[in-house]
């Protein structure tokens, strides 16, 4: 290893988080399109924003009951359990991704399952649903559009929001050319009514729907899914049975709530007043009711977000309601796109909670991602200290000893000669260009090299007062 190296040791997850980055900053063309896609976004939101008395104040109460929610999680979720298996649900609990496919898998079996549709959801992204099925010779297709682009395509949504967002739509008509043997240069609408015409096809046949659930509802024993196409409506209601994956932490615990979560949610995320579809679902369909599956299951799936919860100031972080308008707001994300940070969760959100749900010390490099303005936390629809949380993490690797050991020496030597001018004089500008620029080599990797002064501040200081003492001398 190269003396320079030991001050810029990476994981192999770091490492190539770099490489990607570094790949997708120099690309203009990703650029122009996330820069035109996130720029009709922010032409929305304002217009969204105008249905609220007080923004703000919205985002406090909103706040404020996800505290409540969070901190008493297990009261909230047992009472959930209870009131969903009144009415015929079933609850499984998953304490790792392993295990919720394996319930997933086991239900699959019961119900001789060879087709799943399934509606967006970023848990199940989380748990790698789709590779898991396939490798169990089960079929899993993605019915939301934006999803549907990227499982045609072979890549994971880039946008917790906005899946393709990466992609224009001469990009969407291609990939329907080469994929679905469609004709050359169709326009969106006639892509929709491929998408359309394909997955109709795969409704009738599925024998389970999943979805995932924007909110748990404990009062009523039910969950709530939103969505603009209709087709998690029907994920969960035309198959005979519907799985619903959902990460734990999304309790709100009454259904009045969602007078206040559901504009949120539409206006932060989309810029809409309300999403075109809202669903609660609170069981399978009772004997007088026409429609819905036999059988509902509900995963509550921990991963790792109990690491959160135990964490005072992390905690937080589970309030999210992931609308996405923190990606949108990051100048890092705009630069470097969704699929450099190599997680489920980009942008900061996910830069928050990643190391948290994975390992701290291989992940923790998502935490130095940021410049740290602060535009996140401004954006927030729950008001989360974005930043705060950002600078905790690289506190708590530091004191995990995650830090390479020449970083934490090299931080020592700083330390003390900063506070000794003796040692801050020492060495010439020659010595000290070279310490700063070739040593640490990170330095200069992304930054314009530095160029000391010839003279120290000492000097610099003491000839200051001596020519302007020089005039009265
Ligand atoms: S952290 Fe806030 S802004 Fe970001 S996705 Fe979650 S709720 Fe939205």
Known sequence: MASSDYFCYMSQTSSSFLDRSTDKAADLEHRRKINFNIGKYNSVVPIGKQQFTDVNLAR????????????????????????????????????????????????????????????KSMVTEEIHLNKFLEENNIESVETDLGEY?????????????????????????????????????????????????????????????????????????G??????????????????????????????????????????????????????????????????????PDDMYVILLDNGRTNLLQNPKSRES?????????????????????????????GPIGSVITPHLKDIGEWKHLSYASSLCGNCTEVCAVKINLHELLLENRHEAV???????????????????SLSRGMMNMGNRKIKNWVVNKLIKNWSAHREELDFPASTFNQQWKEKLHNKKAPNS
């Open 318 to 346: 589970l309030y999210c309601i992931r609308c996405g308008a923190c990606l949108n707001a990051c100048p890092v994300y705009k630069n470097i796109g969704g699929h450099a940070y190599g997680t489920t969760y980009s």
């Open 223 to 292: 969950i709530a899914v939103t969505e603009n196409e209709g087709n998690a409506r029907l994920s969960c209601s035309w198959p005979k049975t519907h799985i619903v994956v959902v990460g734990i932490e999304k309790v709100i615990p009454t259904v009045a709530d969602l007078a206040l979560f559901w504009p949120l949610l539409a206006t932060y995320g989309t810029g809409q007043r309300i999403t075109s579809y809202n669903t609660i679902v609170s069981g399978p369909r009772r004997e007088n009711e026409p429609d819905g």
């Open 149 to 221: 682009i990227q499982q045609l395509d072979d890549e994971p949504p880039y946008h917790i929001v906005t899946p393709a967002m990466h992609k224009s739509k001469e990009d969407v008509a291609r990939l329907f050319t080469e994929k679905l043997n469609t004709p050359p240069g169709l326009s969106p609408e006639q892509l929709t009514l491929v998408a359309r015409d394909k997955l109709r096809e795969k409704y009738v046949r599925a024998e389970i729907g999943i979805t995932g659930a924007n909110f748990i509802i404990p009062e009523i024993g």
């Open 399 to 417: 004191e995990e000893g995650s830090s390479a050991w020449a970083e934490k020496i090299a931080w020592k030597v700083w330390r003390r000669a």
């Open 60 to 119: 406090e109460r909103a706040k404020n009951i996800k505290w409540r929610a969070i901190e008493t999680l297990d009261q909230q979720l047992e009472e959930f359990e209870m009131k969903l298996q009144k009415r015929g649900g079933k609850v499984i609990w998953a304490e790792t991704a392993q295990e919720a496919l394996d319930a997933i898998l086991t239900i699959c079996k019961e119900k001789n399952c060879k087709s799943i549709v399934k509606s």
